[in-house]
């Protein structure tokens, strides 16, 4: 990871950075001023499952690819692919509301450029831009219900997709012929 200095690279992408694309002018140059920017080469770690950090992530230009650890097998723990984030997309937004473990990795799929806002810039950015501060809240809570959209769907179709023990027996009867 190499921590880049020169800001005003990056003010425009920043605000294609949907949590930020309802700031004025002067409420993103308040984000930036407080933001890191960072680069990522292709496989670097962003962010670790379990971790225990407070920031929040907007994707510049790059891709990341997000994982879970799956353990369920003693001794065969592997990652499994959940989704991949380009440019505009945002993750770890709980980390700005709770001080959770990270629930899945965050990789470099390329060369990835980010932003990042600690929870403690977040919060004296709400204090101060209270108009702007409502904006980024509004957009994050969007976010955050749309994904969680997607997993309840996701789940509903898992759950569809299982077994059930009337399915179990009657496979039973008809590969036992009883």
């Known amino acids: 990871m190499q921590e880049l200095t020169d800001?005003?690279?990056?003010?425009?992408?920043?605000?294609?950075?949907l949590a930020f694309r309802y700031l004025s002018p002067a409420e993103l140059e308040a984000v930036v001023g407080v933001a890191g920017f960072l680069r990522y080469e292709p496989g670097e770690?962003?962010?670790?499952?379990?971790?225990?950090e407070s920031y929040f992530y907007g994707i510049l230009e790059g891709t990341v690819s997000v994982s879970v650890r799956d353990s369920s097998e003693p001794g065969a723990a592997k990652d499994v692919y959940m989704c991949a984030l380009g440019p505009g997309?945002?993750?770890g937004e709980a980390g700005l509301f709770m001080n959770v473990r990270r629930t899945a990795s965050v990789r470099a799929a390329d060369a990835a450029t980010l932003i990042r806002i600690h929870r403690s810039d977040f919060s004296a950015f709400i204090r101060a831009?209270?108009?702007?501060?409502?904006k980024l809240l509004l957009v994050i809570i969007y976010g955050l219900l749309r994904k969680?959209?997607?997993a309840n769907q996701e789940l509903a179709y898992e759950r569809k997709a299982d077994l059930d023990q009337t399915d179990v027996d009657a496979l039973?009867?008809?590969m036992l012929g009883s």
């Open 7 to 17: 800001k005003a690279a990056w003010r425009k992408k920043a605000a294609g950075i």
């Open 45 to 52: 770690l962003v962010v670790g499952e379990g971790e225990l």
């Open 89 to 91: 997309d945002a993750f």
């Open 129 to 134: 831009q209270s108009a702007g501060g409502n």
């Open 148 to 150: 969680l959209r997607a």
């Open 172 to 174: 039973l009867e008809d």
